[in-house]
């Protein structure tokens, strides 16, 4: 009776958190089983064969895909400029394991997931891989819940901010797609001028200048004039890409 009592409340504590969650977030969902089945790791089924659960590793494969999918749409619109291979090693830096770590910690996914004793004892929480699934089921399961854009409207609230924010911009090659728009537009000739190098040797900052016929676009900041030149870079596409839309 104590066990049957024990699992009672285990399953009540279970639909609070994910009731909450769902609060939290925003987001009602339909079919909450799917909701649960996103959160389900292989370990807790086993351990439960009595009673029917499914695993998240078919949802985490359609998350992969949607993610995919959404990220690719978002980037093809933000940036008419940039070139194929771009926007691959850019999605690749958005939706690879670390960053997808990241997005489930900022909204406390870990608290969630439904483990096995064996996987809870040795950290399966704090596992990155397994974080990095568990945001990719999320995806599956919101999409086959409510729609693509419902999982694009999540999104624009956890991801695009940070690619907005240029949490990314260490992969994106800003002067290529200001060198493209410009030639494309023929619209005059572009250079870049150091401004000011400041702070010691080991530790100096640059700030850099971009023109276009000598008109200022951009300036920007970095640690390498390199970086600093990409910045005004981005600084100027923003400005021009702007004034076209």
């Given at each position: 009776?104590?066990?049957?009592n024990?699992?009672e409340?285990?399953?009540h504590?279970?639909?609070?958190?994910?009731k909450?969650?769902?609060?939290a977030?925003?987001?009602s969902?339909?079919n909450?089983?799917?909701l649960k089945?996103?959160?389900?790791?292989?370990?807790y089924v086993?351990?439960?064969?009595?009673r029917?659960?499914?695993?998240?590793?078919r949802?985490?494969f359609l998350g992969?895909?949607v993610?995919?999918?959404?990220?690719?749409?978002?980037l093809f619109?933000?940036y008419?400029t940039?070139s194929e291979?771009?926007?691959?090693?850019?999605r690749?830096?958005i939706v690879c394991?670390p960053?997808?770590v990241s997005?489930?910690?900022?909204?406390?996914f870990?608290k969630?997931?439904?483990l096995?004793k064996g996987?809870?004892?040795?950290g399966g929480?704090?596992r990155?891989?397994?974080?990095?699934d568990v945001?990719e089921?999320f995806i599956?399961?919101?999409?086959l819940?409510q729609g693509l854009e419902?999982?694009?409207?999540?999104?624009?609230?956890i991801v695009?901010?940070?690619i907005?924010?240029?949490?990314?911009?260490?992969v994106m090659?800003?002067k290529?797609?200001?060198?493209?728009?410009i030639?494309?537009?023929?619209?005059?000739v572009?250079?870049?001028r150091?401004?000011?190098?400041?702070?010691p040797a080991?530790?100096?900052?640059?700030?850099s200048?971009?023109?276009?016929?000598?008109?200022?676009?951009g300036?920007?900041?970095?640690?390498?004039?390199k970086e600093a030149?990409?910045?005004?870079?981005?600084?100027?596409?923003e400005v021009l890409?702007g004034?076209t839309t």
């Open positions: 009776m104590i066990r049957k024990d699992r409340k285990e399953l504590k279970i639909e609070n958190q994910f909450d969650f769902q609060k977030i925003g987001i969902f339909a909450v089983k799917l089945q996103a959160f389900t790791h292989s370990s086993n351990e439960h064969r009595k029917i659960f499914e695993d998240n590793e949802l985490e992969d895909a993610l995919e999918l959404t990220v690719s749409q978002f619109k933000k008419p940039m291979g771009e926007m691959t090693k850019l690749a830096a394991e960053s997808l997005f489930a910690n900022e909204l406390e870990g969630l997931i439904l096995g996987e809870e004892m040795t929480r704090e990155p891989a397994l974080l990095a945001f089921a599956g399961a919101l999409y819940d419902t999982v694009i409207t999540f999104l624009q609230t695009f901010p940070k907005n924010a240029g949490a990314f911009s260490h090659d800003f290529s797609q200001l060198q493209e728009l030639q494309r537009d023929g619209t005059g572009i250079e870049y150091v401004l000011q190098e400041k702070g080991h530790n100096k900052e640059f700030v200048k971009v023109t276009l016929n000598g008109k200022e676009l300036i920007g900041t970095g640690k390498s004039k030149e990409q910045h005004a870079a981005q600084m100027a596409l890409q004034k």
